[in-house]
RNA sequence: GCCCAGGUAGUGUAGUGGCCUAUCAUGAUUGCCUGUCACGCAAUCGACUCGGAUUCGAAUUCCGACCUGGGCGCCA
């Protein structure tokens, strides 16, 4: 019976363990072998003299990253790593490793991003890209728990929609039967349907697409959107279940990742405490007019710079509330006693934009005003504008970036380190 | 879309007109080695993105193409 390389300890006896050869050293009468597989590496060690025929066939013969089954004794040594190694009576090849290697899988040489994303099968098989990926799932797996726990219905929204949902950004036309079509930006208009339909709460996590050419280490072309939509709420209620979603999501990964955290050398992983700050928009404006040199004003989108420096100010995650309506889509609820600030609001990680959310307009006709404020046709929204007449209660929601969760999570230095296959204006294989 | 910087063995690099039959590391192959853990030692193998131009001479300068990284805008 095959065990994991994890679980084999010194008091293991026997064990069986499948892997790929990971690293080989051969001191002449006695050879090592470093078998790896996804919960650890194990060393293997054969005396020349004492082992098999077959056994020493098998070793000679092996290359590195080979696929490979080892059986034998488990014996207590302080000199090996994870204090115990396997002296093998079976050593069998299930199937060999071409050379050389696309990058080298123990690191001893770096790979360029590319290098690493064109053999992105064999990238992953280094532990830290590994963690990287055990560590997204062990998140999501948190993430949805939490939204169960909470009540929320899990929907799935399509993705081949007929028009854009915001305006602004750009869409994927897509050839669909006879038909215009295009690949969907955000669950935004459908998951607030839901609310018409009295789901109250839904939650949603899948893929939006995005068809700006942006060149940027924290943009994708094809992203993770994780949604909520909540009715009977206002923006300040869903601030509280997002920061309590980080909170959960990051205490979750401390408790069951340290193999991971370890592999990927955060030594340090600190969990962030709710509430988060609450920084009002003209603050933030405020704190970049002192801190940078390129002019800001009120009104402005926040870019690259000023995130940096307010982030800087504010030490760790933080909202930003209370924008201008006018830069703000048509959906975010304004204020009654200020129509031109809204109550719309952005979560930070120091790093960038984790997630944006706001309270909706639930009225039919200030939506429809709205829309005609920001130079869109009502008309082409009517399918979503529809159930605003039937009976929408009140209700807000917000949208975060699971990869950017993942990317300030691990202080992973690129976004598409924290995706598998990513897409953006370059790639599109594999 | 705009602005920078690049493209040299499988991988990561050095090389700014002749000293390049191209550096170093890693890797692969072969040999030696019984406690390695970036094992060590020796030998061998393996590269200038493509096309054009300048020049006695181009990895190096110029033009074009293709490819890549980063910054900005915009956003998640």
């Known amino acids: 019976m095959r065990i994991p390389i994890g679980s084999v300890t010194p008091a293991s006896g026997t064990a069986e363990v499948v892997g790929w050869v990971h690293e080989v050293r051969d001191l002449g009468g006695l050879a090592f072998f470093l078998i790896r597989d996804r919960t650890g590496i194990i060393q293997v060690t054969i005396p020349k003299k004492k082992a098999s025929e077959a056994v020493l066939a098998a070793a000679k013969a092996v290359s590195r990253e080979s696929v490979v089954r080892v059986a034998g004794a488990v014996k207590a040594i302080d000199k090996a790593p994870g204090g115990r190694e396997l002296v093998p009576e079976l050593f069998e090849i299930l199937n060999m490793c071409e050379s050389p290697l696309p990058l080298d899988v123990v690191e001893k040489v770096p790979a360029d991003l590319d290098t690493r994303l064109d053999a992105r099968f064999l990238d992953a098989r280094r532990p830290r890209v590994t963690a990287v990926f055990q560590i997204r799932s062990a998140a999501m797996h948190a993430i949805n728990t939490f939204f169960f726990n909470r009540g929320f219905i899990n929907i799935n929204t399509p993705k081949i929609v007929a028009a854009a949902t915001e305006g602004g950004t750009e869409l994927f036309p897509i050839a669909y039967f006879d038909k215009e079509a295009f690949l969907n930006q955000s669950p935004q208009l459908y998951k607030q349907m839901m609310m018409a339909a009295g789901f109250e709460k839904v939650y949603e996590i899948g893929p939006i697409f995005r068809a700006e050419e942006h060149n940027t ?38 408790d069951n990742c340290s ?164 897409r953006d204006m370059h790639r599109l294989v594999p």
Not at 290 to 303: A, C, L, N, S, V
Not at 310 to 323: N, T
Not at 386 to 413: D, N, Q, V
């Open 217 to 254: 280490t924290k943009h994708l072309n094809e992203a993770t959107s994780i949604d909520i939509e909540v009715s009977f709420i206002d923006h300040h209620g869903v601030m509280h279940i997002l920061e309590d979603l980080i909170v959960h999501t990051y205490q979750h990964v401390h």
């Open 259 to 422: 193999y991971q955290l370890a592999n990927l050398g955060c030594t340090d992983f600190a969990v962030p405490k709710a509430p988060f700050p609450r920084l009002l928009y003209s603050d933030a404006i405020a704190i970049a007019q002192k801190k940078i040199e390129e002019p800001i004003k009120y009104g402005d989108d926040i870019g690259s710079a000023a995130e940096r420096v307010i982030g800087a100010e504010m030490g760790g995650h933080y909202f930003i509330v209370d924008w201008p309506t006018e830069i703000r889509p048509y959906y975010a609820m304004p204020y009654e006693h200020d129509p031109s600030i809204c109550k719309a609001f952005d979560l930070m990680h120091p790093r960038m934009e984790l997630a944006s959310g706001a309270e909706r307009v639930h009225q039919h006709d200030l939506l429809v005003q709205q829309i005609r404020k920001k130079g869109l046709n009502p008309e082409s929204f009517e399918f979503y504008l529809r159930p605003f007449r039937f009976g929408m209660p009140p209700h807000a929601g917000w949208g975060l970036g699971a990869e950017r969760l993942i990317m300030t999570m691990l202080g992973l230095s690129n976004v598409r380190e924290a995706v598998l296959f990513p």
